[in-house]
């Protein structure tokens, strides 16, 4: 919902950044890969009950999240880039509610419950996408990205917002994992509108 709207704010210096490392030689497959293990190693923090550094390594698995696509834009991006890419995030996404659930069993339910609809919120996504490119439609809204990316009431910021506040406030943990869980589904219905808006 708000990341078309943050994409001003942060691709600048993103893209500065990104331009530097381009000239260094670091790849934007590189960086994926890097972030996805800081994320994984957020998640197992949590699931240690590491708080602290759990919320450090997911908010820096995000920012090599965003610095992998500017170095991508100051090269060239690929299609296997864009595939890692989505990749890494749905395994980061699903794997912080995972670490919950390990880290206490009244939490086994409702981070079933999120993944479950992160698994939902995926494939709208996924599957607008392709149809998207079938048509040959294109957007900017999100930044120059692989592929198309589909405007959504719970979307990569809410996620990490949400994420923080589970970090910082554990013990609502299935308050917060059921009220996203319920966003995420109301985003597949939103999604579904729109496709019937679009594709009919």
């Known amino acids: 919902m708000f990341d078309a709207k943050l994409r001003p704010l942060i691709d600048p210096p993103l893209n500065a950044c990104g331009k ?3 000239r260094a030689g670091v790849s ?3 960086l994926t890969l890097a972030g ?3 994320g994984l190693g957020g998640a197992a923090a949590i699931a ?8 450090a390594l997911i908010i820096a698995n995000r920012l090599l999240d965003g610095l992998d696509g500017a170095v ?3 090269t060239k991006p690929t299609a296997l880039g864009g595939y890692f890419d989505i990749v890494a995030d749905f ?8 670490g919950f659930g390990i880290l206490a069993s009244e939490n086994t339910l409702p981070a079933l ?8 919120t995926g494939v709208s996504f996924l599957a607008f996408a392709v149809t998207a490119a079938e048509r040959g439609d294109e957007t900017q809204a999100h930044g120059e990205k692989s592929f198309f990316y589909s405007t959504g009431l719970a979307e990569g910021g809410e996620t990490i ?9 554990p013990a609502h943990f299935a308050l917060i994992a059921y009220g996203y869980a319920a966003l995420c589904v109301l985003t597949v219905f939103q999604r579904s509108a729109l496709a019937i808006a679009t594709f009919k």
């Open 20 to 22: 530097s490392l381009a």
């Open 28 to 30: 934007a497959n590189m």
């Open 36 to 38: 996805l293990i800081l």
């Open 48 to 55: 240690l009950d590491e708080m602290g550094l759990g919320l």
């Open 72 to 74: 991508a834009r100051a």
């Open 91 to 98: 395994a980061f996404y699903v794997s912080v509610p995972l």
């Open 113 to 120: 419950v999120l993944v479950a609809s992160f698994v939902l």
């Open 161 to 169: 917002a949400v994420f923080i506040a589970m970090c910082l406030f």
